[in-house]
């Protein structure tokens, strides 16, 4: 059974003994956000925050939702051990079979409502996350929903949003991503305010969904209902025509207008770093907010990996990837976007089948929609276990070719939140990408020029393997 909401994730945390319930006051001043920080660096448990300095106890927060993968794997219904490469495989098979939601017309994030002056975005626990940050952050683990005006589709990503005063909230509309493919052209393009929601603690695969990369046009509300093998239930908002999951814990609705900005950030970003300076953004003028009584409210703190969202990109994009590659009939093992990376890093195995295959998986890649935040791929042969760091770092630093091993394309679709990139990089989406071929050259002769690897799957017969693996606790090992 799915998880109706995000209280039913959290009873469930607690029975696994993922989850820490923190009694003593906190401030929502820096002290969550160090606290969600320090969890996220060091792989404990889900910090639950009971009191927050100025509010009742009728607030309470949630926060590094989904930044372990056993967290992730309890959310999508698994065991709590299930590895990323099973993840991957079982997450590819519940995408390809989607399940559209159902309509509700009465729903938990109903219970209250407030509308025009009533509204007041500083009624919740919204952290000032990060030293430096350009204020206190409402949406950094949400789901935020737009739809093309044009067509039936509805689409739900995670873009962050910064508390102006009581009725606003600023954020980063790029122009590649799929909220920004709907905002410029389509809506201040033609001098119409957009309408939004925004859906903060739903259920944990709506947010899960939220981060990934779903293809153009395809209503992620389907691919939540394929993830949970359940649809999800949808609720109309107040004042729009949108529709919020009904069990969320607080829902923003409002309109971003055209041709307006106000300054927002700086961010302590996915990256790990802080490297965006304030800039003007769109506006979203909220016109109501609905929320549950005791609304649970959720939050993220991005940076060094890992994360919130590094995490289920670790699944969703390497899903994504894989899909992409097999349908340009490239022979691939496996591929995984290793959270380290903060999804710029993609490792492909592969058998090599002819000369410069690296060079085709790298393109296929970076043609994909979501490759433009792939700049660096590295290609190993079967032999390299690509969840395994070691493994591909030795790979590296002995199978690349210092010069003819690098392919570097100078001028590529960029993205401005990448640290590296220069200032005028940044404003204008300008980036490079670079394949990193460490597969040994197809025309090597095996036996000659291919040195074998030396480690205990690969030197040693079977038949000594199974010896030794046999007889591993008589030797004294656990």
Not at 115 to 143: C, Q
Not at 174 to 187: A, F, M, N, S
Not at 398 to 424: C, F, Q, S
Request: charged letters at 20%; hydrophobic letters at 40%; glycine letters at 8%.
């Amino acid at each position: 059974m799915a998880f109706r909401d995000i209280r039913e994730f959290i009873a469930k945390l607690e029975e696994t003994g993922d989850i820490q319930k923190i009694e003593q006051e906190v401030d929502w001043n820096l002290e969550i956000g160090a606290i969600m920080r320090r969890v996220n660096e060091t792989g404990a448990n889900a910090p639950f925050f009971q009191k927050i300095r100025g509010y009742g106890s009728e607030h309470r927060l949630f926060g590094c939702v989904l930044s372990t993968f056993r967290r992730l794997a309890i959310a999508m219904g698994l065991s709590p051990d299930t590895t990323p490469k099973e993840m991957i495989d079982i997450y590819e098979k519940r995408f390809n079979n989607p399940i559209k939601p159902v309509i509700v017309k009465d729903g938990p994030c109903k219970e209250n409502i407030m509308i025009g002056d009533e509204v007041n975005l500083y009624k919740f626990p919204a952290p000032m996350i990060h030293d430096g940050d350009g204020g206190r952050y409402f949406s950094t683990w949400h789901v935020s929903i737009t739809k093309d005006p044009d067509t039936d589709w509805v689409n739900w990503g995670m873009y962050r949003q910064m508390i102006h005063n009581r009725n606003t909230l600023g954020g980063l509309i790029l122009p590649t991503q799929h909220i920004g493919l709907i905002y410029y052209p389509k809506y201040e393009g033609r001098g119409k305010p957009m309408p939004f929601a925004y859906a903060i603690g739903p259920e944990p695969i709506s947010t899960f969904i939220a981060t990934t990369v779903v293809p153009y046009g395809v209503n992620e509300a389907d691919i939540v209902g394929g993830i949970r093998q359940e649809p999800i239930e949808l609720i109309k908002c107040e004042t729009n025509d949108l529709y919020v999951p009904a069990t969320a814990e607080v829902v923003v609705e409002g309109e971003v207008e055209p041709n307006i900005r106000v300054d927002e950030r700086p961010f302590g970003e996915y990256t790990g770093y802080r490297a965006s300076p304030r800039a003007p953004r769109p506006i979203f003028r909220v016109k109501a907010i609905t929320h549950r009584n005791n609304p649970v409210f959720t939050s993220s703190c991005m940076g060094v990996p890992y994360d919130s969202f590094t995490i289920p990109c670790a699944v969703t994009w390497s899903a994504e990837l894989r899909r992409t590659l097999l349908s340009f009939g490239i022979p691939i093992i496996d591929v995984y976007v290793h959270p380290v990376g903060a999804t710029f890093w993609a490792i492909v195995s592969t058998h090599t089948a002819y000369a410069n295959i690296a060079t085709k998986i790298s393109s296929a890649i970076w043609a994909n929609p979501g490759g433009q935040y792939v700049t660096k791929v590295m290609v190993v042969n079967g032999d390299v276990d690509v969840f395994d760091i070691n493994d591909v770092m030795h790979a590296f630093v002995t199978k690349l070719h210092p010069v003819r091993g690098i392919t570097v394309i100078e001028n590529a679709v960029g993205w401005p939140l990448m640290p590296y990139a220069n200032l005028d990089e940044r404003l204008w989406g300008k980036g490079a990408n670079v394949c990193f071929d460490l597969t040994w050259p197809i025309d090597w002769p095996p036996e000659i020029a291919i040195p074998p690897k030396s480690s205990f799957k690969y030197i040693y017969p079977e038949r000594i393997q199974k010896k030794v693996l046999d007889n591993w606790k008589n030797y004294g090992y656990e």
